[in-house]
């Protein structure tokens, strides 16, 4: 399971879109850096298959191999943690666990369940949520200051727009490829 203490400040999240170059992607990310792995467009067979792959890429450069979804699955998966809303991920020994958040509700969630990190989005236009509203920089950087863990700046993030918010950790999907 998890063997680094320090959270990554750079994490990958799959998606179906990004699938073709994860491999890839994976191998370029610094040394210690951080992967989502979520694809739920695949059954269960096929995506613990994939997660399997995947993993063993992440773990080869030192990266942490995050599991969308419970914690029992994250576990017996072999995940060194889960991925998911606050109330949702369980909880079991060894695991890390990382909540997503989307307003300051949710950051309370967040706090209570006293998560190792929180990802924080919608900061910019994304193509996950095409037209949705986003957080913007100073919204984000309110929500921010809430959480009483590690937050994680995600959505229409690349490493420009990571210099433009001035944040120490930030995910993406098509923004590492």
Same mark, same amino acid.
């Given at each position: ?63 942490? /191999?995050?599991?969308? *979804?419970?914690?029992? %699955? &994250?576990?017996?998966?072999?995940? +060194? @943690? #889960?991925?998911?809303? $606050? ?13 997503? /958040?989307?307003?300051? *509700?949710?950051?309370? %969630? &967040?706090?209570?369940?006293?998560? +190792? @990190? #929180?990802?924080?989005? $919608? ?21 921010? %200051? ?32």
């Amino acid at each position: 399971m998890a063997k680094i203490q320090a959270l990554p400040a750079l994490w990958l999240i799959s998606d179906a879109r990004n699938d073709a170059a994860l491999e890839e992607a994976l191998r370029q990310l610094p040394r210690g850096s951080g992967f989502v792995f979520r694809h739920y467009h695949l059954n269960d067979q096929a995506r613990r298959k994939r997660f399997r792959q995947l993993a063993s890429i992440a773990r080869a450069s030192d990266h942490l /191999a995050i599991l969308s *979804g419970h914690a029992d %699955l &994250a576990f017996e998966w072999g995940a +060194d @943690g #889960v991925y998911g809303p $606050p109330g949702k991920l369980g909880n079991r020994p060894g695991l890390l666990r990382f909540a997503t /958040a989307h307003d300051a *509700g949710e950051i309370l %969630l &967040a706090n209570r369940a006293m998560v +190792d @990190g #929180v990802f924080l989005s $919608p900061v910019f236009p994304t193509r996950s949520h095409k037209g949705g509203a986003c957080l913007g920089i100073s919204h984000f950087n309110a929500l921010a %200051l809430q959480a009483e863990m590690p937050v994680i700046a995600l959505g229409g993030m690349n490493a420009e727009r990571a210099k433009e918010l001035d944040w120490p950790r930030w995910a993406a999907i098509d923004g590492l490829l």
